[in-house]
């Protein structure tokens, strides 16, 4: 599926490679032919928002991968939330969310979508009864992270999917750090729609922005709560999305009414290198479960560490789901905390000449990440108390480089402390 998931060779040419197309709009054969690409019962590309076929083709392989229905790519992780939030719930709804959430996603629920009058009650801890008390009759999702950013909390996400399935709503995964599925597949464990960052693992090598929808086609529209998706569509002439595609109801709702009027779409040529970064997903990720477990003992034992939080330690809160959920109970990144102060953690960060100081993770290279002045920069302090974002915490997103080079930097960096 990494590999030849979506690629249809070029008939034409005989081509390898998938063919970038640099073009906005395309040429209607006639104007019937137009009038039914428009009223969605003919199939083709009107305008690249909405389609694309180098885009096509990189969504029809995220699609092989997850086993989902239908994917949609869009222009970046934060879009793929907002649009899956907004395709639906509407001013008045809610959604209710696990605690441990990316700083971005955590920024969208408590203030931008609560300015747009759809309240995020995000739960205090993830016990899947805590969430339940949060739902009621104007909930319309259950989210969570497969694994959070950056404590790597991992939710009993069958417990979620089945408080989301008893009430009748969608259980949505943000499954970016599940690195596209290799490391995790939420839908095997009851997920009806994924989301996930694209940037991240599926690109691979920090050279684009994107975002993607997976929808696992295993959710019933037509129960009452959605009738955007099971009812007239006021967009399309009352045209009922459920009726006509079934259970891909939901990402062409996402597509047609979503990224058709919120706009935020791939370039074709970042779609390009998403399709890319897929060929190599699974040999990037193996390499990079190994180096992370190397580069965690290594730091366990090191006199100058306070405490390294990473998921395949059996200290770690989520060890037990970690290793239900995701593949060799692996991650790719995890937490450290060196002893002594905020100054001196700092010195690290800046004594460190292999490892980048950025905010990223699932890149070619290690990535040190200082979540307190960063990505969770915009939290107040209870805030980021409840993010388990300390002063001191550094994110480490282990890269491709030799381990013994990785390790090499940071010991160089702790002489330099
Ligand atoms: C778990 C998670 N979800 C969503 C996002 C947002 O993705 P993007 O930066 O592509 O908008 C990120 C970014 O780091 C993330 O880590």
Redesign the pocket.
């Known amino acids: 599926m990494l590999i030849h998931g979506g690629l249809n060779p070029q008939e034409a040419t005989g081509a390898r490679g998938l063919a970038i197309y640099p073009t906005a709009a395309y040429r209607f054969e006639s104007c019937d032919y137009a009038a039914g690409l428009f009223e969605l019962s003919q199939p083709g590309n009107i305008y690249t928002r909405l389609q694309n076929p180098t885009t096509s083709a990189y969504e029809a392989r995220v699609a092989a991968i997850y086993g989902g229905v239908g994917a949609l790519a869009v222009s970046?992780?934060?879009?793929?939330?907002l649009l899956a939030i907004t395709s639906l719930a509407k001013a008045g709804d809610n959604i209710v969310a696990a605690p441990y959430?990316?700083g971005?996603?955590y920024n969208l629920y408590r203030i931008s979508l609560r300015n747009l009058g759809i309240d995020v009650r995000i739960a205090p801890d993830e016990d899947p009864q805590t969430l339940e008390s949060l739902i009621d009759e104007r909930t319309k999702a259950v989210y969570c992270?497969s694994?959070?950013?950056p404590t790597c909390a991992v939710p009993d996400m069958e417990a979620l999917a089945a408080v989301a399935a008893k009430a009748g709503i969608p259980f949505i995964v943000?499954n970016?750090?599940g690195a596209g599925g290799y490391l995790c597949n939420p839908f095997e464990f009851g997920a009806n729609i994924i989301?996930?960052?694209?940037?991240?693992w599926i690109n691979g090598h920090g050279t684009a922005?994107?975002?993607i929808i997976v929808d696992g086609g295993n959710f019933n529209w037509d129960n009452g709560k959605f009738p955007q998706i099971a009812g007239p569509d006021e967009g399309y002439h009352g045209l009922d999305l459920h009726k006509t595609f079934g259970n891909a109801a939901f990402i062409v709702k996402c597509r047609v009414d979503g990224l058709r009027d919120l706009g935020c779409c791939p370039s074709p040529f970042d779609a390009y290198l998403m399709l890319l970064g897929l060929e190599t997903l699974s040999l990037r990720v193996q390499r990079q479960i190994e180096s992370t477990r190397a580069l965690a003992e290594y730091l366990a034992n090191h006199p100058m560490v306070e405490s390294v939080s990473y998921v395949g330690f059996p200290s770690h809160p989520s060890y037990a789901n970690a290793r239900k959920y995701f593949r060799e109970g692996g991650a790719a990144v995890f937490t450290l905390t060196l002893k002594g102060t905020l100054e001196t953690t700092v010195k690290f960060v800046e004594s460190l000449k292999l490892a980048a100081h950025m905010?990223?993770?699932g890149d070619s290279i290690t990535v040190v990440t200082h979540p307190a002045s960063t990505?969770h920069k915009q939290l107040s302090g209870a805030d980021l108390e409840k993010a388990g974002v300390t002063p001191t915490l550094l994110r480490i997103s282990v890269g491709l480089e030799d381990v013994r080079d990785i390790i090499d930097d940071f010991e160089q960096a702790m002489k330099a402390v």
Request: net charge negative; proline share 0%.
């Open positions: 970046s992780g934060m879009s793929a939330v959430l990316y971005g996603t992270e694994m959070g950013n943000d970016t750090f989301v996930d960052s694209a940037t991240k922005m994107g975002g905010t990223m993770v990505t």
